[in-house]
């Protein structure tokens, strides 16, 4: 039992350190959109939960308002802007995402309410958690069904993250040779640049002393 224990303690803190989660709030006024930027790994799981609150003015306090609704777009920014989610929902719910491709993602919140151009204050509060999706519900429920044991299920849980963490590492490597490739480039449009400019001073040197030596020879100074 105490074994038990102390491998639950470990499988719980790895947990911790290989998924991330991102949770924040902020404010919208009016129909203003807020948007930010995520890089994801292609398989990425994105599982989102939020709530607004409009701010009433009569008790000026924030409260929750059954009429309005949140608007989530992710827009693929590697491929053009292409649109992969488009959802509206009530005042607090939930949102699920996977990543189809690697890249740049722009994820946007847009609060609105069913009384067209209201300026009222929104405060939305915001989660994200990413994670991998190799250990999806069906396997749990799977699992669940074989009726493994939990230090089983974590392990399986385990195996997931340590495959979505070689998958992230490959895709760090991908940008290292990217980069890598990107600064050699650089490097030798640089050195092509300073051989031009050598040539460049080397011949304007070369024209002017052949000038004044010209110039000496017409004055009869040489």
Known sequence: MHLSHQLGIV???????????????????????????????????????????????????????????????????????????????????????????????????????????SKESTKLFFDMKFSDNVFDNTQKEDAEKEKLSSINLKIRDLNSKVASIKREQQYQRTHEIEFRDQSEATNSHIMYWTIIQLIIIVATCYWQMRYLKNFFVAKKLV
Not at 24 to 41: D, R
Not at 62 to 79: Q, V
């Open 11 to 117: 499988f719980l803190f790895l947990g911790f350190l290989c998924n991330s989660v991102k949770s924040m709030y902020f404010f919208l006024e009016g129909g203003e959109q807020k948007c930010f930027m995520e890089e994801l790994s292609k398989g990425t799981v994105i599982d989102g939960n939020y709530k607004t609150q409009e701010f009433d003015t009569k008790a000026q306090i924030y409260r929750e308002n059954p009429n309005s609704s949140l608007l989530i777009t992710i827009d693929e920014i590697f491929d053009k802007g292409h649109r992969v989610l488009n959802q509206r929902s009530g005042s607090s719910g939930r949102f699920t995402f996977t990543a189809a491709d690697t890249g740049d993602h722009l994820i946007c919140v847009m609060a609105t309410t069913r009384t067209w151009f």
